[in-house]
Structure formats: structure tokens, C-alpha cells
């Protein structure tokens, strides 16, 4: 990627954890710190595209020069990527959306009382599925965190969901994924085709990413 390579172009990013209230102070959340996703926002921004980034709770700033939209649950990170999606030509999902919420989160901040307690879940909504179905030529790429059989369950994810291609990593492996400055990852289509890419800061990873996806955009509006 160089200056101004994606000059124009309409790119949605999401990024960061989601949380799921159980009552007004107690969540299920995850440990994402959307450092891929702001660095993904940032690089599209410095090669000249206009930016949405989506974004669940994290201790990063919001990136100069980017629409920056501030969420918390699954449903209302769903509700401001449907907001945009319909402009974006490409959408990187790099949220690590939660699986699960309380099937009945309580209104009010419950006093503890006995030893055990059950806790009802109920799936949230898939938002990369979601945005598939609605999906007319825009570019979609997602991530995928697998500690087995990564590449076929990877391949597997990306038929589903529609992608081009999803940017496989696994947790186990020291100081790449959640939190850290670094990632590793392999990039895999729904035919399972699999480039593994060395571990690098994930900024040169965001420009990898980039330049995996330009030349499947759609051709640009006059
Ligand atoms: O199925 P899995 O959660 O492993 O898929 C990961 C990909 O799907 C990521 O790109 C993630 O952002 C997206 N995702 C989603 N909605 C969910 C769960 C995951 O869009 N509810």
C-alpha cells in the first residue's frame, strides 16, 4: 500500500469487545483491546479512505480523521454497522463480538444471596451474517480465533459468512491476538486456500489486509 491507494474508497471497520449487561453493573465481555481494528481504521485513513470505525468498549482514543462510533452490546454494534453498511464498499470485522447474553438481564443490581445461581443465555445476533444477507458488492473480511483445526473451521466461517477471506490467529500463541502490539495470522478463503503471514506489528498487518482486499473492490464510482 502507498499514499493515497485507497483514495475514496468507503470502509466500515469494527472493532473491539461487546459487552452483555446481566444487570446494570455486571457484564460478559471478552479481553480484546481493538488494537487490530484501530490500526486497520488508521491505516485505510492514512492511504486516503473515508473511515466508519465501529467500536465496543476499549482504553484506546479515537483515531483522528475517522467517523468513530462508540458501542457496547452485540445488538447495538449490529445496529451502527447497518447504519453505514450500506455505504461501505468494504467492511473489516475485527470485533470479538460476544457469543452470549442474559436470556433475562435484570433491571436492577441484584444483592448476592445463596451459593449457586443458574444464568440463562441466549445467542446474539451474528453481525458479519447479518451483514452477508444484506450484502450487494461489498468486500467482506472477518476474523477468526481457532485453537484447532484452524484452517478448515477458518475456511468453513468464511463460506458462511461471506467473506473474501478471514485472518485467522490463535490464542495460544505468545504475544500475538488479544492485546498485544504484534499478531499473527493466516489468511484463509472459503476454498481453504491458506497464506500464513509472519508475525508483525499489527499496523503492517492492517496494510497487509488492505492491500489483500483493493483489488477486489468494487471499481470505483465515477
Ligand atoms: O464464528 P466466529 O465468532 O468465530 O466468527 C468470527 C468472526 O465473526 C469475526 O469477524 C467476528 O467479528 C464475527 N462475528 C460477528 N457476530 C457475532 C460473532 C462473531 O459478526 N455474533
Not at 455486571?26 to 465501529?54: H, I, K, T
Not at 436492577?108 to 451459593?115: I, L, P, R, T, V
Not at 468464511?158 to 491476538?177: H, S, V
Amino acid at each position: 500500500g502507498f499514499p493515497g491507494d485507497l483514495a475514496g474508497r468507503r470502509v466500515l471497520v469494527s472493532a473491539g469487545p461487546t459487552r452483555e449487561y446481566l444487570d446494570p453493573v455486571r457484564f460478559l465481555s471478552n479481553p480484546s483491546s481493538g488494537r487490530m481494528g484501530y490500526a486497520v481504521a488508521e491505516a485505510a485513513r492514512d492511504r486516503g479512505a473515508e473511515v466508519v470505525l465501529v467500536s465496543g468498549p476499549t482504553a484506546l482514543p479515537a483515531p483522528a480523521g475517522v467517523h468513530f462510533e462508540a458501542v457496547e452490546t452485540a445488538e447495538e454494534m449490529l445496529g451502527a454497522l447497518l447504519k453505514h453498511f450500506a455505504w461501505s464498499e468494504l467492511l473489516v470485522m475485527s470485533a470479538a463480538v460476544a457469543d452470549w447474553r442474559a436470556a433475562h438481564p435484570k433491571g436492577e443490581k441484584e444483592a448476592k444471596s445463596g451459593e449457586r445461581q443458574t444464568l440463562e443465555l441466549v445467542r446474539t445476533p451474528d453481525i458479519l451474517e447479518t451483514l452477508a444477507a444484506r450484502r450487494r458488492n461489498q468486500v467482506l473480511v472477518g476474523f477468526a480465533m481457532e485453537t484447532h483445526a484452524g484452517v478448515a473451521r477458518a475456511a468453513d466461517k468464511a463460506r458462511r459468512k461471506g467473506l473474501a477471506f478471514i485472518c485467522l490467529n490463535y490464542p495460544t500463541r505468545e504475544g500475538t491476538a488479544f492485546g498485544g502490539s504484534e499478531n499473527e495470522v493466516t489468511l484463509v478463503t472459503q476454498a481453504g486456500d491458506a497464506e500464513p503471514l509472519p508475525r508483525m506489528p499489527k499496523r503492517e498487518l492492517a496494510d497487509r489486509i488492505l492491500d489483500r482486499a483493493k483489488p477486489l473492490l468494487p471499481p470505483p464510482t465515477p
